[in-house]
């Protein structure tokens, strides 16, 4: 029997959000502590990466109007969820010391590791602006609606974030397996490369790849000027709910489980 219980969750949550706020400023500091430009790489990786592939693939995909927009959208919202979930998997076994001496809910250790990727997302928002401007893309109002698909992207990293660190406290490999997965995943979506080039048997894919119809939304909003469809965006606020939902359950079920594997 699973001792759950949403309105605990929520006083929980309120009770150590000033915890919270440590554990996200620790991620940050822990990810760039070894490195001479430290958080200015928030700023460069996203740049870099862009430049090298729109040498590469712009004259590919001529058709793709403002291609170094068309993929700093794509790209972004799928290393927040990549490199949220991948941190967050990690962070039940790599925080065991603390939770195993004081308690402290176990769930904030995945939280804080994917606020601490949206901080990082968020500078880099930046550098999309910034060639937004170069290119003479439009700063539309609809750009304030990209808030809600990045909430529930957020939403959805977390809950994958959860999943993957429960099992993972048990089954080490995941870690591995879940790298190749998220390889399979960047190549099976159109990031980098056109939706139109995906043969139209195998197009039912992206259809219902939330992370994707997400990567849509985005696309809308700070490249194309307009309003996504409610729809693509409920199948996205949908399915994050009900992956925070199971990562939940999944934690709650097993987390008396966990001293017995760290």
């Known amino acids: 029997m699973v001792n759950f219980s949403v309105r605990e969750w929520l006083e929980n949550f309120r009770k150590y959000q000033s915890l919270l706020s440590e554990l996200v400023i620790r991620d940050i500091k822990i990810k760039y502590r070894r490195s001479v430009l430290g958080i200015f790489w928030s700023f ?3 740049l870099f990466s862009m430049i090298v592939l729109t040498i590469v693939f ?3 995909f001529h058709r793709i109007h403002n291609y170094p927009v068309y993929y700093l959208c794509g790209f972004l919202a799928y290393q927040l969820f990549s490199s949220g ?3 967050a998997m990690r962070s039940l076994v790599s925080s065991s010391g603390i939770w195993k001496t004081i308690y402290v809910p176990k769930y904030l250790y995945a939280v804080s590791s994917v606020l601490s990727n949206f901080v990082t997302y968020l500078l880099s928002l930046v550098v999309l602006f910034a060639i937004m401007i170069v290119l003479n893309v439009k700063f539309t109002i609809f750009i304030l609606f990209a808030s809600l698909p990045i909430l529930a992207l957020i939403i959805m990293t977390i809950g994958a974030g959860l999943i993957m660190g429960t099992l993972n406290v048990f089954f080490r490999d995941m870690e591995y397996l879940y790298n190749v997965f ?10 980098f490369y056109p939706a139109y080039i995906v043969p139209q048997q195998y197009r039912f894919i992206q259809a219902y790849n939330p992370l994707y119809q997400l990567i849509v939304c ?3 909003c700070f490249l194309y000027g307009q309003l996504y469809p409610v729809s693509t965006l409920l199948f996205g606020m949908i399915f994050a709910f009900i992956l ?3 990562g939940l359950l999944l934690l ?3 987390q008396d489980k966990f001293i017995l594997y760290v």
Do not use: N, Q
């Open 252 to 254: 709650y079920k097993y």
């Open 244 to 246: 925070l939902g199971i």
């Open 218 to 220: 985005l696309r809308d």
């Open 85 to 87: 979930s991948k941190t």
């Open 182 to 191: 998220m390889m399979i995943l960047m190549y099976g979506m159109p990031i």
């Open 44 to 46: 460069l990786d996203p």
């Open 58 to 60: 712009s004259t590919l």
